[in-house]
């Protein structure tokens, strides 16, 4: 299989392997279920779902009008499959065809298939998981610094309380301003440091 082939309908899709309809590996969008059949895939499906009949796949009345072959960027030509009023575009070059979401359930039923799957869906790959952020050292021992100096500021600020609120002669030291002021810009400043880089999740 072609890694990474786009929807040719939907250009920034891009089609999902899977094996979901009668083992053969298929293309399929997770945006708009079309699927992208490469040259004898749907044969191969029609015949697996037939029993073993043959399936004529060549296009009825085909005009130049299709999607661009999501394969080889070729024009496909719009024609019908099996019946003129399935209109499917087929790519003349690789011999792809690509079926509509709705399309796949019709191809059936006008070759009188029942059973099986009348359409597959898949979901887009999980997109690779970020790593987990690294811890970066640096952050975290400015962290630590920040808890550290916010502990220190809240410590000061209490002991300068507790200065200024005990008596006089019950203490040996007088309460300095310049010393809580200090404590309080310590303290805010760890607490900011602590938050700094938790706005980054609201973006
Ligand atoms: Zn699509
Ligand atoms: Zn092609």
Redesign the pocket.
């Given at each position: 299989m072609n890694p990474m082939i786009n929807?040719p309908?939907?250009s920034s899709?891009v089609l999902v392997e899977t094996p979901a309809l009668g083992n053969i590996p298929l293309d399929v969008?997770p945006?708009?279920s079309?699927i992208w059949f490469e040259k004898g895939e749907l044969e191969a499906l029609l015949r697996q779902s037939q029993g073993g009949g043959q399936a004529d796949l060549g296009l009825i009345d085909p005009k130049p009008e299709g999607h661009d072959c999501p394969a080889c960027k070729a024009k496909m030509s719009r024609g019908g499959l099996v019946n003129p009023l399935l209109l499917v575009d087929k790519c003349q070059v690789c011999e792809g065809v690509w079926l509509d979401a709705r399309e796949l359930a019709l191809v059936k039923k006008l070759l009188g298939l029942s059973g099986g799957e009348s359409g597959v869906n898949v979901a887009r790959p999980a997109a690779v998981p970020a790593a987990p952020e690294p811890r970066d050292p640096k952050l975290i021992l400015i962290k630590i610094v920040a808890a550290g100096c916010a502990i220190a500021g809240l410590v000061g600020v209490s002991y300068q309380m507790y200065l200024y609120f005990s008596p006089a002669e019950a203490v040996s030291r007088a309460p300095s301003i310049g010393r809580a002021v200090l404590s309080v810009l310590l303290f805010a400043g760890g607490v900011l440091a602590l938050n700094w880089g938790k706005e980054d999740r609201w973006r």
């Open positions: 929807c309908k939907c899709e969008c945006a708009c079309g």
